[in-house]
């Protein structure tokens, strides 16, 4: 099709797709698109035979649409797929291309076709839902306002005075604050699913800290509810007992009534969050209506009843005098306060603990959380305030104890005295049972109606018990789905429409249950600040380290909050663990450390792209870039090494040996070669992630590269001059040997010689392995092959079969990893010898190479026997010589020999095996012969041997020939032979007579034979500097 010219005044609007306004929505139109399309010209317009719906300017290319960056879609819409970069710019008769929309019915099984249209008419049921006022910033200030604001902190009011319980409150809130803005950065860096803070934590900072974080905030949620039901238990039973009711003494009867309470808390919440979450309104009402009950008590003029317990309404004495601490018992402190009193502000993550039943929790958290966070210590700092101004800390509770007018005033103790009454005697004896130090049930006394704080207190702690009874399994349900650790996924099961943790309820309640048997407030709820603590330090922490990264993923949409007060509060945070407890924070500390080092040690197949993944990009780069400012110095130099192994599964004998030397030492890069066109097949398997996949699985530490080329030298070309990164890039080339090179086309064996040469122009190292058995363990043939490697066309591929690959609505990908064989370098090799001919000198490779091996477990206990050639005559001489230059490179070789035989004749049966070797590549100079002979031939096939060749190379060749003899003779039952490669010179050795040297030299032997030639500069040296 030819469009008009940019000059003819024509709109390009015009000749835009017509699609209809249902398909850009994304919603599928009654009729179904057909799936195939008619190519014009250059493959960039299509059209659809059935619809007829894109006319005029038609092209491939989409504008942007949501389905395009989704991971799920919504229920009977047809999902659109993106175009491929292959469709818009491929060769439109290729019939290898991908369709253009891969459009399936979300919830359509894999591989199921039927339609089921009454199934499409009826989409599952919509989960209930719920807004950042009822969702989170109700949850939160319910949880907030537990058990200790009503039945402690009138406490932590007359022990650590109004300053410092002001000064508690404020740090708390300082903590809470800090960690809501981190939290609320981290939940709006895009879409945050179930889980709550384990799935905030885990997807930042990626598996190894979040799932451990998970544990603890789901056990210290779990151990929350014994905390709260312990609070309601406590009210109930004093309840009972000023009526006179005791069903066995007071412990007992708050284990009994604490059981009661969370079994019937659980039947709620395992009725669904609906139900819970209008529970939760309801307790929210009444402790507003407890509230304002306690506000209008305390303005009230005060009766003699609560006179005697303490009450005098607002005085400025009793604030000065309550103003300022007064410690009582041995672990009275300012910490010991805040040890107690933090659980009560660690509610702020309820909301976000529910994050999965958030209609829209990237607005919710922040908004419900920061709102909660600010009314709650408002609460508290009014209560904290107003119970010090009116109450004091002793009182006997008798209406008797009035001031008579017979005691002088200097006899009377206490600022009760000012107001007529004189608690002296029991305040000398320490048996006041009133008085904000004494007495938990403060503001029920204080307050203008005491039913309505005994329903605040019920209220405050049920509501808590119930949030934190619905947190935890809901953590641990996402924890349990991830398959981070065993034996717990039996509790991620979900139920019904909302998908409730029914198991992990149960367990929840399991462990509630076991904590209320302490029965006892104080002792429960130090153990849950530091689990909290550890929490709140790791989420501040993991909004530091994913600012820090500068990750171009990190893109919150919550700007208030600074990377640097996350990372003070994170600080502030593990140091007041240790401050309040330090048993305990060594027990939290040391649960996140056991399970990060089992991670680590498992390390699960997850992908989250946490600030963790970033970060080490980051120190890779900045190392990488770091090693361009030094030079190179020999003492540094590491064999780094480009393996030309095809697809390595092919070849793991080679990757084994390498990985002795390169293993936590030095760079392994495999490299694979397609020899075929570019073609997305091509491409897909040369770059397939089953490669680096199955180099994972054998738990090898290498690099993979693949790589397109028109032939095989020049796509290791291509490997030799673009593999690396700066001064982390091979220097070593290590491949098979070729030891079919007789049978295969001359051209092949050729171009896998002038590989060599290659290597050696470019200053590379060069080691070639040869194997009695051979290296290639593929067993299918391809129709691509790289005929440079190890073994011939019936032998080798260079392209593993396609790995198993499905795909589905969620778009995932499993991988069929192929077998593992075992070769003979992953065993142990015993005390067994590792002969070095050390023949030549190439600078000290044939001799590091070696010593590298020993270094490894499985070779430790070989010993290094060192051959070098010399004369009869000066045989003591050499081998001390050589033995000196072997201690000052500090090798540990002690066993060197001198073999002065090497350059004798060979046998003539050898030689007359290395000429028929070779007749085949020889030009036979007969005149009978030359009269046939094309004259050029000479000139256009240079791997041919000629008579002057032949002759000219004779020493060399008879000295391979003979080498083959000697290591016959010393090295029969050796683990390894490492014998330096001989080099032959371009333009004056063939190279198919080269090849046959390699040939001669390493055959029939029954160890593996590796030759080693470096790149004559000096990889050892016996200075310091």
Known sequence: MELPAANDNVHLSKYRPNLPLSVLNGRAPSERFDESYRHYGDGGSITSHASGALTGYETLDAPPHYDFYANSQAWGRRRRSRPSLYQLHGNPEDDSRPPMYEETTAGQMEGDTSEDDEDQKDPPPEPTRFGWVQGVMIRCMLNIWGVILYLRLSWITAQAGIGLTWVIILLSSTITGITGLSTSAIATNGRVKGGGTYFLISRSLGPELGGSIGLIFAFANAVAVAMHTVGFAETVTDLMREHGAIMVDRTNDIRIIGIITVTC????????????????????????????????????????????????????????????????????????????????????????????????????????????????????????????????????????????????IESCVGLPCQYGWDFSECFNNKTCAYGISNYYQTLSMVSAFAPLITAGIFGATLSSALACLVSAPKVFQCLCKDHLYPLIGFFGKGYGKNDEPLRAYLLTYIIAACFIIIAELNTIAPIISNFYLCSYSLINFSCFHASITNSPGWRPSFRFYSKWLSLLCAVVCVVIMFLLTWWAALIAIGVVVFFLGYTLYKKPDVNWGSSVQASSYNLALNHCVGLNLVEDHVKNYRPQCLVLTGPPSSRPALLDLVNCFTKNLSLMMCGNVATSGSSPSALEKASSNSHVHWLNQRKLKSFYRGVVAADFRCGVNMLLQGAGLGRIKPNVLLMGFKKDWRSDSIQVANNYVEILHDAFDLQYGVCVLRMKEGLDVSNSSQSHVNQGFEGGRESISTISPAPLIRTSTTSSVAVELEPQPTTVFQKKQGKKTIDVYWLSDDGGLTLLLPYLLTRRKRWARCKVRVFVGGETDKREEQKEEVLSLIKKFRLGFQDVEVLPDIYQNPQPVNVHHFESMISRFRLDPSPKQDSDADPPRQQEAPWMITHQDYERNMAKTLRQIRLNEVLLDYSRDAALIVITMPVGRRGVCPNSLYLAWLDILSRDLRPPVLMVRGNQESVLTFYCQ
């Open 265 to 408: 808390l659980l039947g709620i919440s395992m009725a669904g969050m609906a139900w819970e979450s209008k529970a939760q309104v309801l307790f929210f009402l009444v402790i507003m209506v407890s509230f304002a009950s306690y506000i209008v008590g305390t303005i009230m003029p005060a009766s003699l009843e609560k006179q005697a317990k303490g009450f005098f309404g607002y005085r400025a004495e009793i604030f000065a005098v309550n103003f300022v601490p007064n410690w009582r018992g041995p672990e009275s402190s300012f910490f010991g306060m805040f040890s107690i009193f933090f659980p009560s502000a660690t509610g702020i993550l309820a909301g976000a603990n529910i994050s999965g039943d958030l209609k829209n929790p990237a607005v919710a958290i922040p908004r419900g959380t920061l709102m909660a966070i600010f009314f709650t210590t408002m609460s508290y700092l009014i209560i904290t305030a107003t119970v010090g101004s009116c109450v004091v800390r002793d009182a006997s509770g008798s209406i008797n104890d009035t001031l008579a007018a017979s005691t002088p």
